[in-house]
């Protein structure tokens, strides 16, 4: 599965990256022949003044629908864990419904 980071205020480490890479395939391994491709965006909503609002957006497609989860935390890296969590679900429910239209 590919993914693409894009990151506004906040420093794209490889210690970052990789914890994406993990978070992702571990919410979305099953179905990764369906997911082409992950937008993620990491923001700190609060910037220089220090607060505690970190926001990750995923964005990705499945079964001709677009789905975006966002969450936001006061750790980037808890943000990013709960929306891979999330995406994971809604991506398995989507499948869940595409299938039994068929």
Do not use: W
């Not at 980071?5 to 993990?22: C, P, Q, S």
């Not at 607060?51 to 808890?78: F, M, N, Q, Y």
């Amino acid at each position: 599965m590919r993914f693409t980071v894009h990151a506004h205020r906040i420093e794209l480490t490889d210690e970052l990256y990789r914890l994406i890479d993990n978070r992702l395939h571990f919410a979305l391994s099953r179905l990764e022949p369906h997911i082409g491709h992950v937008h993620v965006y990491l923001r700190d909503e609060d910037g220089p003044r220090g607060g505690i609002a970190e926001r990750c957006r995923l964005r990705t497609h499945l079964a001709d629908k677009e789905l975006i989860v966002e969450r936001t935390h006061s750790d980037i890296r808890s943000a990013i864990s709960a929306a891979s969590d999330r995406l994971g679900d809604a991506a398995r429910r989507t499948l869940a419904r595409q299938l039994e239209r068929r």
